[in-house]
């Protein structure tokens, strides 16, 4: 029986890229979502005072 | 503070209760996101390296880590879901869509990090086991919600179904958990408990992978929700203060 340790470091590098993708797309949508919603606030704001 | 009442501008009284709460949510994310990597550094040099597995092993404190996470934010939307029920109050429906949203994010880290996990321990990216089809009707189920309730015109209408719709979405959470007591032919480990006979990919739990678990599972289920919701709540709040100013503004052209 083969006792020795399997190099699966390269899944684990893997399954963290994974996770920062997840979580950085999500949080970037809602800056982005948060950020589109200012530019339409200020533009609304702009037509009010014209 | 909602955007709707950023517009027309407000008196100055009601910003610094708005600053402080913005300074606290702040302080909260930093705390979070270093919280999160003292978890991973945990996970990458404190805990053992599992014998039989290899490193990839350790991707399994943010795999379960991540569905407390996941299990704590879709309670949060039946809380609220039976909360905008009881009272009406829309701030319930955006807690429930906040919860659902975070929900879901955790539930994908959960899913994707098993999926690796899975392929040099099972030998496979995805096979049709009880658990693993569980939890992908869980994500479809929340996926459904996001989809289904953008379908529907009226605010009250839209709510009120969210609401229902959240709450029943939670049986397939619970699913998920208890899948591996009732379906005993399921290959995936169980942490806490008996595994069942089949499992394939079960680890010795040593105090180290335990306080690793303990301390990881903690910080995905309070803090990363907790940071998650509220950010997504402002979010919630300015799209419907926005919403709301467009409507005046239009409104205020017709006269």
């Known amino acids: 029986m083969d006792n020795t340790t399997p190099d699966t470091v390269a899944y684990l590098y893997l399954g963290l890229a994974a996770v920062a993708l997840i979580a950085i797309g999500y949080i ?21 005072d014209e | 503070m909602s955007a709707v009442q950023n517009f027309p501008l407000q008196p100055a009284e009601i910003v610094p209760a708005n600053v402080t709460r913005t300074r606290i949510l702040i302080g909260i ?17 404190y805990a053992p390296t599992e014998a039989a597995q290899g490193d990839v092993q350790r991707i399994f404190y943010i795999h379960l880590s991540a569905f407390a996470g996941a299990f704590i934010a879709f309670s949060v939307t039946v809380v609220g879901g039976i909360a905008y029920l009881r009272t009406r109050k829309a701030k319930w429906d955006t807690l429930a869509l906040a919860g659902v949203e975070v929900g879901m994010a955790l539930a994908l880290i959960n899913l994707v990090t098993g999926m690796i996990w899975a392929r040099p321990i ?134």
């Open chain 2, 29 to 45: 994310t930093i705390l979070t996101v270093i919280l999160v990597a003292l978890g991973l550094l945990m996970a990458l040099t």
């Open chain 2, 122 to 255: 099972w030998n496979t990216w995805w096979t049709w086991d009880p658990r693993l089809t569980a939890d992908a009707i869980m994500i479809l189920t929340y996926a459904a919600y996001l989809m289904l309730r953008n379908g529907v015109e009226n605010p009250e209408q839209r709510r009120r179904f969210a609401s229902v719709y959240g709450i029943l979405a939670m049986t397939t959470v619970i699913a998920v958990l208890v899948i591996t007591r009732i379906r005993p032919d399921t290959i995936h480990p169980v942490v806490i408990g008996p595994s069942p006979q089949n499992t394939q990919g079960g680890f010795e739990m040593t105090q180290r992978i335990g306080s690793t678990i303990g301390i990881n599972s903690t910080i995905w289920s309070i803090f990363v929700p907790l940071t998650l919701i509220w950010w997504r709540i402002r979010l919630e709040n300015l799209t419907e203060g926005v919403r709301a100013a467009k409507m005046r503004l239009l409104a205020g052209q017709e006269h």
């Open chain 1, 28 to 48: 970037g949508s809602i800056i982005a979502r948060y950020r589109s919603l200012q530019k339409d606030l200020e533009v609304m704001e702009q037509l009010r």
